[in-house]
């Protein structure tokens, strides 16, 4: 998913520093497998050797980013994404990762589906140490001209309000929900979700695009605390601006599609949560493109 808002980086979102609210431990360990040790950053080569990883809408935009840093960081990563020609593409796309990248047939709107794979991926996997709950839909599929053209949320169907929530936000519940259990019984493993700006949950035409983000960030919360005292973690993940996706209109303009960010800002935060470096961190909401400044902060306050 993307945020498609403003084509540059939004200044003053709060981004999940340490502190009494946002960035506490959680008692337990985040990650297994190695991963950096405290000084050194997810660009220095991290490691990331042995750390099982499930990316929800990897096919493509940040998912297919993400799942691709992490790989790169040595990590085994399912490919979660709906059955069909697109995932054995992205999985036949990552071929020299060899046994390190399998396929994971998941529609996050279906409880059933939803189960499935979490059984299957635990079966394969042996145990899942990062989720990172990304796939969604955006106004796009509401409205295709929503960058020039927004409509007010009292001409948006319900039929469509509910598609856009069944996904970005239901979906973010079902897969949480099934993966959650897994992790608690180990009492290790965090789980990342993929958010926006906050400015774009309110802004004119984006019903129900950002309410239903707005949501998935209400429940991260709710998540967070839910899981603090039993060893899993919770933190938001987003780009900080619009990203070059599949969510983005083909229609918008060269000059405005150049000032995209990339969806490959999301790799260095989302290999740094998977890695041992952030273990004890929860209810953090990293921004992407402000990454390098919230980590410089990160390792300040941890002395």
């Known amino acids: ?57 990897a096919t493509s935009g940040l998912g297919a980013a993400m799942a691709d840093a992490l ?21 036949r796309a990552r071929g020299p990762h060899g046994d390190r990248v399998v396929a994971l047939p998941l529609d996050v709107r279906d409880p059933a589906s939803v189960e499935a794979a979490a059984t299957s991926a635990v079966a394969r996997l042996g145990a899942v140490d990062l989720l990172v709950n990304n796939a969604g839909i955006g106004m796009r599929t509401v409205n ?3 960058f020039d053209r927004p409509m007010p949320f009292f001409e948006v169907t319900p039929d469509q309000f509910a598609d856009v929530v069944a996904t970005n936000l239901t979906g973010y519940f079902l897969v949480a929900r099934a993966f959650a259990p897994h992790m608690v019984r180990r009492h290790s493993g965090r789980i990342v ?23 998935s960030e209400a429940l991260s919360r709710v998540m967070t605390e839910d899981l ?47 890695s041992r470096e ?7 909401r990293i921004v992407a493109s402000e990454f390098e400044s919230w980590l410089a902060a990160f390792r300040a306050g941890r002395g």
């Open 144 to 146: 295709p001209r929503f």
């Open 278 to 284: 952030a273990n004890g961190l929860t209810g953090a």
């Open 1 to 57: 998913m993307s945020d498609p808002s403003t084509g540059t980086p939004t200044g003053g979102e709060a981004t999940g520093a340490p502190g009494a609210a946002a960035g506490t431990a959680t008692g337990g360990e985040a990650t297994a497998g190695p991963g950096a040790a405290a000084g050194t950053g997810p660009r220095a080569g991290t490691d990331l050797t042995g750390v099982r990883c499930v990316v929800t809408g």
């Open 193 to 215: 979700n993929v958010s926006i700006n906050h400015q774009t949950m309110g802004r004119r035409g984006f019903a129900p695009y950002g309410p239903s983000r707005a949501g």
């Open 71 to 91: 790989l790169q960081a040595g990590a085994t990563v399912a490919l979660a994404s709906r059955p069909g020609i697109r995932l054995q593409a992205a999985l």
């Open 228 to 274: 603090r005292d039993l060893g899993v973690a919770v933190d938001l993940l987003l780009p900080g601006g619009a990203t070059d996706t599949g969510m983005i209109p083909d229609e918008l303009p060269g000059d405005a599609r150049e000032r995209l960010l990339r969806p490959e800002i999301m790799g260095p935060p989302i290999v740094f949560l998977a």
